[in-house]
């Protein structure tokens, strides 16, 4: 190659033969020899009869070369982008990884003007791989990959191809992880490692094969194609994935109760055992609750022995009542202020239980309220209703351990039978339910809750009753005022009813109403709303309205409707028993009467004239006096 034709940045190329790069003490000049392959480099510096060069085909540290060396290479036109990769244009790339570009030539920029001094280059080299926590040989590769191309895009990190198919031994593992690893049985990779030589690498009488992946290859597929939601799922199932290890994302309950407004209701079952007042223990009651989703007030309460409907009536019904005069019963002094809830939410947020799924709760509707049924195992999701429970079983728990509380081993063999220690009544306890809620709502800091301009400037106290009290004059409150006797009736179970001309026939009783005489001969059907625990009263449903009717049977009045089915039932069972008797008392009726008519001596054919006077004579013949009778027995 002549020497005045040698420029800087100049690629020169040869064609197929073996050659052996030569330089002075390069370390890094190890196998630089290339065979049967074009050789490409680009001319870095020329200094007199050197030449400082650098493998574009193999990128490797740049070297100084001879120019005798370079006889039988030619200048190669364009410019080399990596072997046949082109670049694109810089815009084009994705903000990531223009930003990894400039980092990575950032890194070595500062060797650039130390390219042809191979010591001091090679403390630059380690100075950067210090300074930027990274290896030598990786800053090497960036600064190899830019000499090379003299392009600062061919620092962009590859995309590694991820479409390669597997190999047998891989399809082995997957097959192996499918069967043993992602079920219920929940087997230890090590395990799964074993069942997968036994089905896939021995032969028929169990022997190992002499090639077989080891136990890290088949780790490193695993954590390679492994994701945690699939190992969750199936380990664990869908249900305990959606309660504990899904993702908790989003603004929680203010994205859907920005106002107040949004109640959640939900039960359960108490840790304390309670006693009646002869000091038998009846058992663990049942808190039904209703809180508020956007301050975490509690809105109201039921404390009873019986779930169901019969609690969320209970609740309903304390919600709308005054708390002042609820907690005065119980002996317990409140400003209104610190309970001030005498209202419906305007939306009530339920789980899938069997209480709130049926007909009764959604008649709930019918006073303007919406009612929003959430999915199952979202516990997070009525999150407010959840805390409240936790909160008020911890205020109580460490007070009363010992007096019925139940601890968590009470499952264990050998434990304490905590029935044994209940002391408490169902009134005594109330009121200590009475102390927590009030504790909840009134001096419980909210250190978490998302806190207005309008909050902050009117220092809003970070207490439940604090921030109700003022969400309650904000626009967006959602709240519904309903008498204690509609919301009463509309909690009442339905039934279809008929007009007959024995009254409105409902639940197979009849009653009545005087205004109704014309609807009683339509015989048409109606929706009624009933009383279970009292017959005497129905009420017809129409046009919104209740309008009352009155018992017909006196016979089933003050009791309930199960009493009344009890009384039909016996009977229905009494008439049963008689059947048999009845059926054998008509036949022997039957046979008396045969007997009698055989007696009279056969058919006859009577005269039809003089009936009268025959009728007369019989009715003189068969007269009795009476009187003459008892005068004669006196």
Known sequence: MDKDRLKKNMLLKKEKREVQLKGQGDSERKGNSIGGTDQIFRVLAVERERVLVIDCIRKTMPVWMGIEELDGFTE???????????????EDYSPDVRKTIYQRYNIISAILPFVDNEPMRSEMVAGMAEEHGISRQSVRKYLCEYLSSQDIRSLAPQERNTGRALTQDEKNMRKALNKYYYTTKKRTLKNVYTMMLKDSYCDGDGRLSSVYPSFYQFRYFFRKYNTKQTEYISRNGLSYYQRNQRPLTGDGVQAFAPH????????????????????????????TACVDAYSGMCCGYSLSWEGGVYSLRNLMLNVIADKVEHCRAFGIAINRQDWDCDKLSGKLVTDMGSEYRGTVFEQMTDLGIQI???????????????????????????????????????????????RKDACLTMADFEKIIIHCILFYNCSRVLENFPYTEEMLAMEIKPYANEIWNYGCGQDGCNLISVSREQLILTLLPRATGRFTRFGLSVNGMHYHNRLFREQYLNGKECTVAYNPDNVCQT???????????????SRFRDKGLTGVQAMKQRQRDLIRQETGNRTQAEIDLAGHISAAVGASGGQKRPSIKNIRANREKEQERLHKDLGKEVAADA
């Open 260 to 287: 107040v407004g949004v109640g959640m209701l939900d039960a359960t079952i108490l840790d304390i055992y309670l006693i009646n007042e002869a000091g038998g223990i009846v058992g663990r009651p049942i808190l």
């Open 539 to 553: 009420w017809l449903i129409e046009n919104g309205s209740y309008i009352p009717f009155e018992l017909v049977e």
């Open 76 to 90: 190669e036109e364009g410019s080399c982008r990596s072997g046949e990769t082109d670049f694109g244009i810089l």
């Open 372 to 418: 929003t049924n959430l999915p199952s195992y979202r516990p997070e999701l009525k999150s407010k209703v959840e805390k409240f429970f936790d909160c008020i079983q911890g205020y109580y728990r460490n007070q009363l351990k010992g007096k019925g509380v139940v601890e968590p081993d009470f499952q264990e063999r050998g434990v304490h039978d905590y």
